[in-house]
């Protein structure tokens, strides 16, 4: 009955032995709880910095919340004058090109009128030997004819377009 007993006592005693070895450290427990309590202290000390920085992140998206809805309501006005300037421009340009014909048309006209004179000069029998007329000034005055011609006919082309 002994051994019965020194077995039964053993195989009790066994899972309470290994329940024991089984038991956390107190020490490494206590640590870790001191950790714990160290970082939760800097956390509470850092909060009102974080709930500072966090209003300041606030308030910097309430201002540019503005700045964006101020943008969007400017965005029609600035349309407007960016069209008004355009159409400005767009006037200018066409009343030079104009100015311009018209001092093209002008020097054809007294072109045409010096020429007539010329001709006029030398007495209605007499017809204008090209051979006596240099040669640089009827080059001359055919290029400025031509660029007078091509203005005339671009001009013509954007007042066609402007309409």
Do not use: H, W
């Amino acid at each position: 009955m002994r051994r019965l007993f020194k077995a039964v006592t053993i195989l009790g005693c066994m899972p309470i032995v290994c329940g024991c070895a089984a038991l956390p450290d107190m020490n490494r427990l206590q640590n870790n709880m001191d950790q714990m309590v160290y970082n939760m202290g800097v956390m509470a000390s850092n909060m009102p910095y974080m709930a500072d920085n966090t209003r300041r992140m606030a308030d910097n998206a309430d201002r540019m919340a503005q700045r964006a809805d101020k943008f969007m309501n400017q965005l029609p006005e600035d349309k407007k004058a960016l069209e008004r300037a355009f159409q400005n421009y767009s006037q200018a340009f066409l009343d030079n090109d104009k100015a311009r014909l018209t001092v093209l048309r002008a020097i054809r006209q007294e072109l045409s009128e010096l020429k007539a004179a010329l001709l006029n000069s030398r007495g209605p029998t007499q017809s204008l030997d090209q051979r006596s007329v240099e040669p640089s000034v009827q080059n001359s005055t055919r290029e400025l004819e031509a660029r007078v011609e091509a203005l005339a006919a671009k001009i013509r082309e954007i007042e066609r377009m402007a309409r």
